[in-house]
């Protein structure tokens, strides 16, 4: 199964179906017990996901989240400065995120990266 945010699918599948039955229970009249008999499950599990959940930051689908685009930028030759050995590449991302690359980083490495940037 696919990964994200170092969690399966599945298991954000659950924690929204869990979320969902959360709210069912906080917007009707049942006792714990009652609702958990409803559903098959038992109290001290129900008890487990309210706390759970309170802990967590509810997150946007995959499909929710807007992907990085990439922007056409000018190179300028030389900008006033002589290249020396601890220069890089600057990537910015209009997520605020700065991605330093250095020259000799190869450009098969460069290509892998750009792919996985290209996917996110």
Do not use: H, N
Not at 4 to 26: S, V
Request: glycine letters at 6%.
């Amino acid at each position: 199964m696919a990964r994200e945010d170092g969690r399966t699918l599945r298991a954000r599948e659950r924690e929204e179906w869990m979320r969902a039955l959360l709210e069912e229970y906080e917007q009707g009249g049942e006792t714990q017990r009652e609702f958990c008999e409803r559903y098959g499950m038992s109290v001290s599990s129900l008890q487990w996901w309210k706390r759970e959940l309170k802990k967590r930051p509810r997150r946007p689908a995959p499909e929710q989240v807007e992907r990085p685009r990439f922007v056409a930028v000018d190179v300028l030759e030389g900008a006033g400065r002589s290249p020396s050995s601890d220069e890089c590449f600057e990537l910015a991302l209009e997520s605020g995120e700065t991605l330093r690359i250095p020259q000799s980083f190869d450009a098969a490495s460069l290509e892998r990266l750009l792919g996985v940037l290209r996917q996110c």
